[in-house]
């Protein structure tokens, strides 16, 4: 049973807010159990067992807590609390999973640290522990985060496994119609039920959705886009320009651009087939445009509205194309883009009609930002630490797995928990590894940022900086715990005693701590 609850007191401009609280309630699509009502009736009753007045309610309904992005209450319950606004000293919350199923445990550790910073609690009012920063709390609220973003992981593998069968049987997964063509909703067994509109969406799950011939004037719309690529070898500027002239507009009610104009010409679904993972956007992490071995496609899934022939010879005109050009030929033509635009992204590309596509650059070069280094462009987001953290990462096990080897190496029993990668030492000690990529100021001076693990709390930090380049060690720091107050560290070259007293240039102090003396046995 849990044991009563009461927060520390919280002074602000005169007034107590210990016993004062706002609530936060959020819900995507997951089970009916977490309704925003739901979660507020058992908030009230924890409040009420504790003497605790709600005085704010902040709701996210319909929201993905995979990130902060859309969840409006919960960001402005951080602007109030950041900027001092807030009046009250508690936040109540149903459990770990509302407060977000962040892939990285360390987000939502870092959000209740913001909390904590403007002396307000955070607790969960259906977990079976008090947030109340002892040793068991600390940890059963880390385990409790890794669920949540375990959860949302394994849903997303199901889903998207859900999704290619469904698309193999050639239902749409998601995703507009299209110009042309138009989403029909079908029950279990393929009987027609009603059009869908933009934005409408199936309500119940044994229905199906598959694509249809749109209105009439459309489908010749589409269809004399092809000739006009095909047999007249119009560029796709010239098709939109012409379409505009005459007053047609897409299916967004918009105007045709090239680019608009090259995506009819390159969908299979003009032609009947249903494709699905072009483009995967999982877990809401990162936009990839996958490729097309990793397509999943069902051949003659709908009613095609252009034959299969015409579609092929589109293409090889596109492939054609951009096949006869070579790596130079393809960076001249970057190169005076940039020279005319003053900057590139890849709409720029795409727009340009006597340029390839931004995926042939893509796929000639392994990237966009590798093609713009060739020709001397830097955008003004620096995206180098992209792959820079990319190698780290792979970098990242081999390091423990040289720290392991040492620790046993020196005498050491050495366990090491697959759940939290912590690595125990004798019984004695605990340790995590953090590999800290080496940035410049704007002065072309190191930098580097170590982040210490403040969920898992390890007894050592053992942080590995990177020398200039990102390639091999530099030097290590051995960071105890109990002399580390922030949960963040950013160090130069030389940083004085207080944290340079933990650097070594090896490992070998480290691998001290574990040896064994032996000792004889008294007479």
């Not at 229905?207 to 560029?235: A, C, H, N, S, W």
């Not at 379409?243 to 299916?251: H, P």
């Not at 180098?384 to 792979?394: A, C, F, K, M």
Request: charged share 30%; glycine share 8%.
């Amino acid at each position: 049973m849990k044991g009563r609850y009461r927060p520390s007191q919280t002074v602000r401009g005169g007034k107590e807010w210990s016993n004062r609280a706002a609530a936060y309630v959020r819900m995507s699509t997951d089970h009916q159990r977490y309704s925003t009502e739901n979660q507020l009736a058992a908030i009230k009753r924890f409040a009420e067992a504790r003497e605790i007045e709600i005085v704010r309610v902040y709701e996210d309904a319909g929201k993905s807590g995979l990130n902060l992005e859309g969840r409006d209450a919960f960001q402005r319950l951080l602007a109030d609390v950041e900027r001092g606004a807030a009046d009250f000293g508690t936040i109540l919350v149903y459990d770990v999973s509302r407060w977000g199923r962040f892939q990285n445990a360390d987000h939502g550790a870092h959000l209740e640290f913001l909390c904590s910073r403007a002396d307000i609690v955070v607790q969960y009012c259906a977990e079976q522990f008090e947030n109340d920063g002892s040793i068991g709390s600390n940890l059963l609220k880390t385990v409790k985060r890794v669920m949540a973003g375990e959860y949302s992981r394994e849903l997303s593998v199901k889903v998207f496994a859900g999704q290619c069968r469904l698309s193999e049987k050639g239902y749409r997964q998601g995703g507009m119609a299209g110009y042309g063509l138009r989403r029909l909703l079908v029950d279990e067994n393929g009987e027609p039920k009603a059009q869908l509109s933009i934005g409408e969406r199936k309500s119940l799950q044994t229905d199906r959705v598959i694509l249809v011939p749109g209105p009439t004037e459309e489908v010749e719309t589409v269809q004399r886009i092809y000739r006009l690529f095909v047999d007249l070898r119009m560029q796709e500027a010239e098709i939109a320009a012409r379409l505009n002239r005459e007053g047609v507009l897409t299916d967004l009610a918009r105007p045709w651009t090239r680019g608009t104009v090259h995506q009819v010409l390159t969908n299979p679904k003009y032609i009947g087939d249903n494709v699905f993972n072009r483009v995967s956007f999982k877990l809401k992490m990162r936009r990839v445009v996958n490729p097309k071995d990793h397509w999943v496609r069902a051949s003659g899934a709908f009613a095609a509205i252009v034959d299969v022939a015409t579609f092929n010879r589109a293409a090889k005109i596109v492939e054609d194309r951009c096949r006869r050009l070579d790596d130079d030929e393809l960076l001249v033509l970057l190169r005076s883009l940039l020279e005319a635009q003053g900057s590139l992204s890849s709409i720029i590309i795409d727009e340009r009609e006597d340029m390839p596509s931004s995926s042939v650059y893509r796929n000639r070069f392994g990237s966009l930002l590798r093609a713009y280094r060739l020709v001397g462009y830097s955008p003004q987001r620096d995206y180098r630490y992209i792959e820079i953290n990319r190698r780290l990462r792979g970098m990242h096990p081999d390091v423990v797995a040289t720290v392991i080897d040492g620790l046993r190496a020196a005498g050491g029993d050495v366990r090491v928990y697959p759940e939290t990668g912590l690595i125990d030492v004798n019984d004695e000690f605990t340790a995590s590894v953090v590999v800290a990529r080496c940035g410049e100021t704007q002065a072309a001076s190191p930098r580097w940022r170590i982040r210490l693990d403040t969920g898992l709390a390890p007894d050592v930090t053992i942080a590995v900086r990177m020398d200039r380049g990102n390639v091999s060690p530099l030097d290590y720091y051995l960071l105890p715990r109990l002399d580390m107050t922030e949960p963040k560290l950013r160090l130069a070259e030389s940083n004085g005693l207080s944290l340079d007293g933990y650097r070594f240039e090896t490992l070998e102090f480290l691998f001290s701590l574990a040896a064994r003396a032996q000792f004889e046995e008294a007479a």
